[in-house]
Structures are given as C-alpha cells and as structure tokens.
C-alpha cells in the first residue's frame, strides 16, 4: 500500500521544506508500527527544485484477520480469495487513512514549529496513489476530488490483466492529484476520501467518527456536491450517524454563509441556565399572549419560527384547534431538546402527525412554509443583526406570507424595572438590540405597510404606566385584498390552495 507527496521549490523556498513540514526528516528512513502492520517513510527525492516523500504501508494480513474478527473489510467474507489473501496489502484503503493518523499527525493538524507560516501557506502538491479501490469509478474520483482545488485529477482505471485487454477493467484506478493547497488540507482529503471511494472500513464505525468526519472535512465538505455520499460511505452507511453528520455539516453551511462562528449560531440553548424566566413567569405569560391572540385568528396552521426548546409548540399541542403545528429553527441542539421535551419518540401516530420539527435559517425563503394561516416570531428578531433583519422580513411577510403574524421582542425601557439587570445592559448576552416602543412601533408599520398587513400591539406582562410592559406583541394581520408589489396576480390562487 503506497502513496507519494511530490513538491517543488526555489534556492529561497527549498521543496526540503516538506520535511519539516511532515515532522520527517528526507536523509532518514522512518519506521512506525501500527495496529495492522509496519509504516515506513521514506524520501525517493530530496532537492532544493524538488522533494517526494513515499508512506509504505506493509500490513500483517494475519494481524488483520485476528484484529478484524470477521467484520469489515479486512476479514470479510467479501474479501477477494480469502480472508489471508484478499487486496487489502496492496489496495489503498482506511488501513492507510489510519497510517496517516499515526505518522502525520502533526501534518494532518497543520502544526510545524519550525514553519509556522509555511504550514499555512499553499504549496504546489502531486499526490500519487498507485493502485486506489475506487466503486463508482474513475468518474467518482473526479467529481470527489474535483471541487477541492486540484487543477488535475487523473484517474486511469488499472485493467484485470494487461495480457488479457478483452477482460476489462478493474475496480482500481491510478489516481494523481496536482494542485496547489495547504499540506493539512491535502491530507485531511486524502484522510476522509480513500475509505470513501473503497466505500468500506476495517473497523466497527462508532459515534465518535462523526467528530472524525468534521474534523478532517472543515473548510470543505460542508459545500462539497457529493456531501451525502461522502458522510454516508465513510460512516458505512448508519443511517443514525449519517444523519447527525449531515445536520451539524448544514449548521456550519448556515454559519459559514454568515460568515459567523459556529457557536454564535446554535446558540439558542442557554449552556448555563434555563431560558425561562424563573423569577417572574414571563415566559408563561408570553406563550398565553400567543395563544390567545393564534385563537382571535381562527389559526389552525401554525409556524414557530424559532421554536427553541420546543416550549410554544408544547403549549399548542394541547390545544386540539391547532391542527398543523411547525416548528423551525438553526440550532440542532435546541430541536433535539424540543423532541426530548415533546416526547416525539413515544407520541401517538395521530399527535405526531400534528408536529413537525424542521432546521432552517429565518432570513431565507423556504417554499415550505407558505400556506399557513399563522407564523409566531417569539423573541427572536432580537438575536437578529439589524442589517439581516429586511432578510428575514421578506422571507417571512413577503413569501412566506400567512395570514396572521405575531413578533414579540422586549421592550427596552422596562429593563429599569428588572434589580437584577446591571443599568445599560441587554436581557440576554445574544440579544444584538433591544427597542422601546417607538422604535419596534415604527418598525412595525412600515413592515406591515411595505408587506400588505396591517398592525395592533399588545402589551405583554405587568403594563408599568412609566415604561410600559416587559414584552411587547405585535399582531399583524393580512388585508382582505393581498395587493401589494411584488405578489400581485397570484395570491388568490395560493390562499386558495392553502
């Protein structure tokens, strides 16, 4: 099992540099014992204009065997001949993905004390894999490794025989890759895609290979075209783990095209305290505002846009009136909690034909959620910046377009009331601002004018004749004629169809 990384370089840049880079040195000849065989390393070529660093992989196929207890491909019934002769010595493979882990692991990290800066910069690379299982074929290799910046990706099928052209071709290809990109960056692809195209593992895939996947995939599987298949091969194909990797890579995209962290944006769980407020019951009284005012509408078709922790959908789940309930929001965290709230596991088939729990971002149209008579935005423009706000304005009123919307927000000015809330300080670290009520007030009426709807407020909470109440409600409702620019000529056909 073979594979070479080639670089080239200048008298000031010297291609030597990827010795230091791999944490090893070209004028030795390295040994390190894995968990299925021997790794050598070694330097066929090592100049100022050009250096090649080979790993050589020798694998016990008795060791494997013993090691593999007849699951995957190591020990399978699937192998070739038989479980001692069998392509796996040979064949690149997660045996040489796992290799890698144990003699690059500085490399695959991107860390070289020596080289800091040349760690992240891009190098001209040739990665050569002489003889790469690949099920789908060479047509597979180029579209995986297509879109990873390689300006080359060869992949020639190896024929069964040479002297017997008439059989055909293998399921192996020599693949070479050449391109300029950082070295951890190469290997993590390298790492994540050889299993892939073998499309097995020698080892039982646990949970932790999530983290793995993640891990060697970040700044490039989140937006890779073939993100399914890549997730679902290399965790062999469980449904459970494919799914988790496939939700957490949706919130880096989301986060990604923010250009936000991560964390900023699965940030609707409180890691330390629970979001109810238990001092006073806030909360509560907030969810009874909503519910009144979804009853006054005669909603029955109901979007919680930011459901959170599930505390809404809860309450309207009780309420047989409420016949479709939706709840939508970024953070898989917060939408697994409102399953474990919500008991979804062991809720009956007709109540759970009632919920659905969705991931999505608000500041983008979703065709999905046009048709409903209600949509509740429940302290959720706050956490918005107020430049994403015309976003999730428009993909709410102007496509979404139910019939009924509710926005509750804090108001500003009661903050003076709260003794425990330091003076100029918001209610919660995420909240980007927070408005009195003539603020969210014009806010209100332009939305509802620029939007077809128009617009009441009610008070939320004890209503303080100085600063007026804790929350404030606004409850927009659409004109009888949807007329405005930009829908005109097919709501009716959509109300109807609603």
């Known amino acids: 099992m073979f594979l070479t990384i080639s670089t080239t370089g200048t ?3 010297p291609a030597t540099d990827l010795g230091f880079l791999l944490h090893k040195h070209p004028e030795k000849a ?17 100049s100022a204009d050009r250096c090649t660093a080979a790993l050589l992989l020798e694998v016990d196929p008795v060791a494997l065997v013993r090691r593999g207890k007849g699951k995957g491909r190591g020990g399978a019934p699937d192998a070739a001949l038989a479980q001692y002769v069998n392509d796996r010595p040979y064949a690149a493979s997660s045996l040489l993905s796992v290799a890698m882990t144990t003699v690059f692991k500085s490399a695959l990290n991107g860390v070289c004390r020596a080289m800091p800066e040349r760690a992240q910069e891009p190098l001209p690379l040739r990665i050569e894999v002489p003889v790469l299982p690949a099920r789908g074929g060479a047509e597979l290799v180029r579209k995986l490794f297509g879109p990873l910046g390689w300006t080359r990706v060869d992949a020639v099928a190896v024929p069964l025989d040479e002297q017997f052209p008439e059989w055909g071709d293998s399921r192996y290809v020599r693949l070479v890759l050449e ?15 050889l ?10 895939v646990a949970p932790d290979e999530v983290d793995k996947l993640l891990r060697a995939g970040e700044g490039w599987l989140a937006d890779h075209p073939e993100q399914r298949l890549i997730t679902s091969r290399y965790l062999s194909r469980r449904w459970g783990l494919t799914r988790l990797a496939m939700e957490r890579l949706e919130l880096v995209r989301l986060a990604e095209s923010d250009d936000l962290e991560v964390e900023s944006v699965d940030n609707a769980v409180d890691e330390t305290t629970d979001t109810e407020e238990k001092p006073v019951p806030l909360a509560e009284q907030r969810r009874a505002a909503i519910l ?4 006054a509408a005669g909603a029955s078709r109901v979007l919680d846009l930011g459901c959170g922790q599930g505390q809404l959908v809860q309450a309207l789940l009780k309420d047989v009136r409420f016949t479709e309930i939706v709840g939508v929001d ?21 109540q759970a034909g009632r919920v659905t729990l969705r991931q999505g971002a608000l500041t983008y149209t979703d065709k999905k959620l046009k048709g409903y008579d209600a949509a509740v935005l429940s302290e959720v423009i706050e956490h918005l910046d107020l430049p994403r706000l ?6 709410v009123f102007g496509s979404a377009r139910p019939q009924t919307v509710l926005v509750t927000t804090p108001n500003v000015e009661y903050n003076v009331r709260w003794e425990t809330l330091p003076a100029g300080h918001v209610r919660h670290g995420d909240h980007r601002f927070e408005w009195t009520r003539a603020e969210f007030g014009d806010w209100a009426e332009q939305v509802a004018g620029r939007h077809g709807y128009t617009v009441t407020f009610v008070p939320v909470g004890p209503d303080d004749p100085e600063v007026g109440p804790p929350t404030q409600m606004a409850v927009f409702t659409m004109t009888t004629a949807d007329t405005h620019p930009g829908r005109a000529g097919d709501t009716t056909k959509e109300t109807k169809t609603a």
Not at 195 to 204: F, G
Not at 292 to 295: D, G, I, P, Q, V
């Open 390 to 395: 015309p976003a999730l304005e428009y993909a």
């Open 195 to 204: 299993p892939v195209l073998d499309d097995a593992k020698h080892y039982w």
């Open 179 to 193: 391109g300029e990109l950082r070295l951890a960056d190469a290997l993590r692809q390298m790492y994540v895609l």
């Open 292 to 295: 009144e005012a979804l009853r």
């Open 30 to 46: 390295q040994t390190f014992s894995t968990a299925h065989g021997t790794a050598h390393v070694f330097y066929p070529e090592a």
């Open 11 to 13: 008298p000031e840049r």
């Open 330 to 350: 970024v953070s898989m965290r917060a939408l697994t909690l409102a399953s474990r709230r919500l008991k979804l596991d062991r809720m009956g088939e007709r």
